[in-house]
């Protein structure tokens, strides 16, 4: 039996490193590249280069290895061991040795034409949120943040199910869609593009006219912004729209429009999302730390004292911030999102039910400004009333981090500029229905998307 067994192993393992040294470009290599790569990595796409031809990947086949085995690339920051995610996009250690072996044997291509990869079938948006005017990006050396108001209104109550983003600067970080259904601001436009701010001012008294705005949606490279089948997100009419826009540094000026697109839900939307947001002034526990400091913002002509509370993270230390939310109502939660800039390094969330359970959400454990996903839950987390979310972030404003805007370090408040910090926490929900909890989140098969 234990000689039977022995030739077994032996057998089995020749033809699994037998099949692994066939491996060739077109077979094998290239699915992986296409699934793993292809959202961001194709010709046009919002990667700096294109990946899926053979003369690219193999190009830069080795660097791409390093980069996989690294967990550098494909970009998924969330701890696997923490929880799973329906979107999740990780490459497995069979694919890793099929790329390395492919390059130990001199990277054959393979015969065989490369067929186009699969693009999303178009689709006419019911409603696009554009910005009026273009607008010229300078080249600058830092990160900007721009608000850019949209002069236009909701013509009717939509469901939205589907945001198709379509940032006119390649590359763009992230946009986030706002929305004040109030329609009670009213702006001055004296700037071409409609800019709310430079991108480089002190939080203190400049965003006064977002008191009224919520956040939407937002989209960022690789991301995916689609709501589960018959969703839907409300914007009643006469809303009134603000975009955000995250831009890298370049050296070169651009001249650009930037665009939503919206698919309204098929009929009348089955569940209604709400967005819970948990944020890292209102909601930090102060008694547990005394490593920090926190502040009001002072009074102003346009801001009441005391109308959000700041954090403030001192140069030359490590700090975790702690906040939680507990919920007033049972829900049904189907997808998260971490916000933070470049100071955070790793991010864990939970929440425990009043019973005394720990639902563990998302824990990164390298924390990249550049990668900020929603993850979507293959089933409802169910979130009896009472359940208390929390969330701990830790900031690293040393030398030794890398991202830190500033050296030597400077001192970080809360802000919504890049060289500042955020610590904000996004749950998307529904209202709770009795049976959610055993439930699958399905999603249409096709987003859709016009650009990706």
């Given at each position: 039996?234990?000689?039977?067994?022995?030739?077994?192993?032996?057998?089995?393992?020749?033809?699994?490193?037998?099949?692994?040294?066939?491996?060739?470009?077109?077979?094998?290599?290239?699915?992986?590249?296409?699934?793993?790569?292809?959202?961001?990595?194709?010709?046009?796409?919002?990667?700096?280069?294109?990946?899926?031809?053979?003369?690219?990947?193999?190009?830069?086949?080795?660097?791409?290895?390093?980069?996989?085995?690294?967990?550098?690339?494909?970009?998924?920051?969330?701890?696997?061991?923490?929880?799973?995610?329906?979107?999740?996009?990780?490459?497995?250690?069979?694919?890793?040795?099929?790329i390395k072996q492919w390059i130990e044997n001199g990277k054959p291509r393979g015969k065989g034409r490369e067929k186009p990869i699969p693009l999303p079938k178009p689709w006419k948006p019911d409603y696009t949120i554009f910005m009026q005017d273009s607008f010229t990006l300078y080249a600058h050396d830092k990160d900007r943040y721009l608000l850019f108001h949209v002069p236009q209104k909701a013509e009717k109550d939509m469901n939205v199910s589907v945001f198709a983003y379509r940032p006119g600067f390649a590359q763009t970080h992230h946009t986030e869609l706002f929305v004040d259904s109030t329609a009670s601001q009213?702006?001055?436009?004296?700037?071409?593009?409609?800019?709310?701010?430079?991108?480089?001012?002190?939080?203190?008294?400049?965003?006064?006219?977002?008191?009224?705005?919520?956040?939407?949606?937002?989209?960022?490279?690789?991301?995916?912004?689609?709501?589960?089948?018959?969703?839907?997100?409300?914007?009643?009419?006469?809303?009134?729209?603000?975009?955000?826009?995250?831009?890298?540094?370049?050296?070169?000026?651009?001249?650009?429009?930037?665009?939503?697109?919206?698919?309204?839900?098929?009929?009348?939307?089955?569940?209604?999302?709400?967005?819970?947001?948990?944020?890292?002034?209102?909601?930090?526990?102060?008694?547990?730390?005394?490593?920090?400091?926190?502040?009001?913002?002072?009074?102003?002509?346009?801001?009441?004292?005391?109308?959000?509370?700041?954090?403030?993270?001192?140069?030359?230390?490590?700090?975790?911030?702690?906040?939680?939310?507990?919920?007033?109502?049972?829900?049904?939660?189907?997808?998260?999102?971490?916000?933070?800039?470049?100071?955070?390094?790793?991010?864990?969330?939970?929440?425990?039910?009043?019973?005394?359970?720990?639902?563990?959400?998302?824990?990164?454990?390298?924390?990249?400004?550049?990668?900020?996903?929603?993850?979507?839950?293959?089933?409802?987390?169910?979130?009896?009333?009472?359940?208390?979310?929390?969330?701990?972030?830790?900031?690293?404003?040393?030398?030794?981090?890398?991202?830190?805007?500033?050296?030597?370090?400077?001192?970080?408040?809360?802000?919504?500029?890049?060289?500042?910090?955020?610590?904000?926490?996004?749950?998307?929900?529904?209202?709770?229905?009795?049976?959610?909890?055993?439930?699958?989140?399905?999603?249409?098969?096709?987003?859709?998307?016009?650009?990706?």
């Open positions: 039996m234990l000689y039977r067994a022995i030739t077994v192993y032996i057998s089995w393992t020749f033809v699994f490193w037998g099949a692994l040294s066939a491996q060739t470009y077109i077979k094998d290599v290239r699915p992986i590249v296409v699934k793993r790569c292809g959202v961001c990595h194709h010709e046009g796409g919002m990667a700096p280069f294109p990946l899926i031809k053979y003369e690219d990947f193999s190009r830069k086949a080795t660097t791409a290895l390093a980069a996989i085995e690294s967990g550098l690339m494909p970009p998924w920051p969330a701890d696997t061991s923490y929880r799973r995610f329906l979107n999740e996009n990780v490459v497995t250690e069979k694919e890793k040795q099929i009213t702006f001055e436009f004296t700037r071409p593009g409609f800019v709310l701010n430079d991108g480089n001012e002190n939080y203190e008294g400049r965003y006064d006219f977002m008191r009224n705005y919520y956040y939407l949606s937002g989209w960022l490279p690789g991301n995916r912004y689609i709501l589960p089948t018959r969703f839907g997100m409300r914007i009643p009419k006469g809303s009134q729209f603000m975009l955000m826009e995250h831009y890298a540094p370049t050296d070169k000026d651009y001249t650009f429009k930037s665009e939503v697109s919206l698919k309204f839900t098929q009929g009348k939307p089955k569940r209604y999302v709400t967005e819970l947001t948990m944020h890292g002034h209102s909601d930090l526990v102060y008694t547990e730390y005394d490593n920090y400091a926190y502040f009001h913002l002072t009074k102003s002509d346009s801001m009441q004292e005391s109308a959000m509370t700041m954090f403030k993270i001192p140069a030359g230390k490590v700090v975790t911030l702690h906040a939680k939310k507990t919920l007033d109502k049972d829900w049904s939660c189907f997808a998260v999102c971490p916000h933070a800039h470049h100071l955070a390094r790793k991010i864990v969330t939970y929440a425990v039910t009043p019973s005394g359970d720990t639902l563990p959400l998302v824990r990164i454990n390298d924390w990249r400004a550049e990668w900020q996903l929603m993850y979507l839950t293959q089933r409802f987390i169910y979130f009896p009333k009472g359940t208390t979310v929390h969330m701990f972030f830790t900031f690293d404003n040393t030398e030794n981090n890398p991202e830190n805007p500033y050296f030597p370090p400077r001192d970080a408040i809360y802000s919504f500029n890049a060289d500042q910090e955020m610590m904000e926490f996004f749950l998307f929900c529904v209202p709770y229905k009795p049976g959610d909890e055993r439930k699958k989140v399905k999603y249409p098969k096709s987003a859709g998307y016009l650009f990706e």
